[in-house]
């Protein structure tokens, strides 16, 4: 039975990629410092004789060198993710995005295997341009930065695979509102109104499902894929804000969409991303938009009224 070491697995997608792991028979390590009070998230688990939990920092050198001893696989989901947590707290986004990645891939050996989840923020400003792998990485964001740097320490070691992963959205149990197709399915159903600036900004999306499929199947199919680096999103879902939001009223038909010309996005990522390379290695993301949303819809009443997101 491989062993599977995941760094941050208790996150929005990790704690997902725990349950794929386990229901197929892996033996799982999830390492996590449960920055975000997310002590819930795992807790099914621990009946499973295949999972154990190490509470624990990814900056702590010893302990880490410590659990890759122990494993066949390292799986590194520990990160400050998104733009506006690594901007109030960019020395803690340059300790943890980048100089413990860094650690880590100098600490395992050469037989162990290595995926790292990097995104494709690092495309930066993009101005409606299409990227493949093969385009510059001109990242705008503490965020975008410092795991681009990561990216480029761990393309030096061998037995490694990198995903440039879209925009993740779905309903996770350690739940993020601050994701875009998540932040705006909810304020549709909960406010019934958004506020757009730079409507036609282009952005690609994934569910979080898919991407723990990813990871597994990526494991399953490690001649594939290793060594190498790929972008990763539902290929049907390059959008611009403003189509998204039309997805939504779909669903939701009383949303009311107004339309600011006059102001900026804070965010200026505009980009269209292809997919292909993976697809045609044998991996295609699967679950759609309308799927999302629905999943989405049906939670806010579980969540409701409290708004999840990378905060500390």
Not at 4 to 16: E, F, K, P, R, V
Not at 157 to 178: C, H, P, Q, W, Y
Not at 193 to 200: N, V
Request: net charge neutral; proline share 3%.
């Amino acid at each position: 039975m491989l062993k599977i070491l995941i760094l941050g697995g208790s996150g929005y997608i990790g704690n997902i990629l725990v349950s794929e792991l386990l229901n197929n028979d892996y033996f799982v390590t999830v390492l996590d410092n449960l920055m975000y009070r997310q002590h819930h998230v795992l807790l099914e688990h621990c009946f499973n004789q295949k999972f154990r939990f190490v509470k624990g920092d990814v900056r702590d050198s010893h302990l880490i060198k410590q659990e890759i001893s122990k494993h066949d696989i390292i799986i590194d989901l520990a990160a400050l993710v998104g733009a506006p947590i690594c901007a109030k707290n960019p020395a803690l986004a340059y300790q943890v995005n980048y100089e413990a990645v860094k650690n880590i891939v100098q600490l395992k050996s050469k037989d162990q295997l290595f995926l790292f989840p990097n995104t494709n923020s690092g495309y930066g400003q993009g101005e409606g341009a299409i990227f493949t792998e093969e385009s510059e990485l001109k990242p705008i964001s503490i965020y975008g930065t410092t795991k681009v740097e990561a990216e480029k320490i761990v393309r030096q070691f061998e037995n490694i695979v990198i995903f440039r992963l879209a925009t993740v959205f779905g309903v996770s149990s350690k739940m993020r509102l601050d994701l875009l197709v998540n932040e705006f399915t909810y304020r549709a159903w909960n406010d019934g109104f958004i506020s757009l600036y730079e409507p036609d900004f282009m952005r690609n999306y994934v569910h979080v499902r898919d991407v723990a499929r990813l990871f597994r199947w990526s494991i399953e199919n490690w001649d594939k894929v290793k060594n190498d680096v790929f972008n990763f999103g539902l290929s049907e879902a390059n959008l611009s804000k403003l189509q998204l939001c039309e997805k939504i009223k779909e669903h939701i038909p009383e949303f009311k969409i107004t339309i600011f010309d006059d102001k900026h996005d804070p965010d200026q990522r505009n980009y269209i991303v292809l997919n292909n390379k993976i697809e045609q290695r044998g991996f295609k993301a699967i679950v759609g938009l309308d799927e999302g949303i629905q999943e989405l819809i049906k939670s806010f009443s579980i969540l409701q009224p409290n708004i999840y997101s990378n905060i500390i």
